[in-house]
């Protein structure tokens, strides 16, 4: 079983910044797509960024400039870095990777983290 745990998420004010990491532990054989996501009260959940196994990053439009994904494969961890953050921020964020998680076999799944909490300040 492959767990994803997120963290660094909290309170901060309007301009401020935050890092969040996510890092996966368990039985893991390989993982390529990994990223970030976030649902804010009353809407949908929503793509913030993702990274291949190649270091290809993607962003969303009103996290560009402002957002920055980044890889450890050695850690087995993701991170996105938050700068200038706005209340629209306000979410929580939650990890995902597709993981091939057995020996035996070279399918990958999909996981999620349980989510941690960002709330901006005005």
């Known amino acids: 079983q492959v767990q994803l745990l997120e963290s660094g998420g909290g309170l901060v004010q309007a301009g401020g910044s935050l890092r969040l990491s996510c890092a996966a532990s368990?039985?893991?054989?390989?993982?390529?797509?990994m990223g970030w996501y976030r649902q804010a009260p009353g809407k949908q959940r929503e793509l913030v960024a993702t990274?291949?196994?190649?270091?290809?990053?993607n962003y969303a439009d009103s996290v560009k400039g402002r957002f920055t994904i980044s890889r450890d494969n050695a850690k087995n961890t993701v991170y996105l870095q938050m700068n200038n953050l706005k209340p629209e921020d306000t979410a929580v964020y939650y990890c995902?990777?597709?993981?091939?998680?057995?020996?035996?076999?070279?399918?990958?799944?999909?996981?999620w983290g349980q989510g941690t909490l960002v709330t901006i300040s005005s």
């Open positions: 995902n990777a597709a993981v091939r998680d057995s020996a035996w076999t070279t399918r990958y799944r999909e996981v």
């Open positions: 368990g039985s893991i054989y390989g993982l390529n797509r």
């Open positions: 990274i291949t196994s190649g270091d290809s990053t």
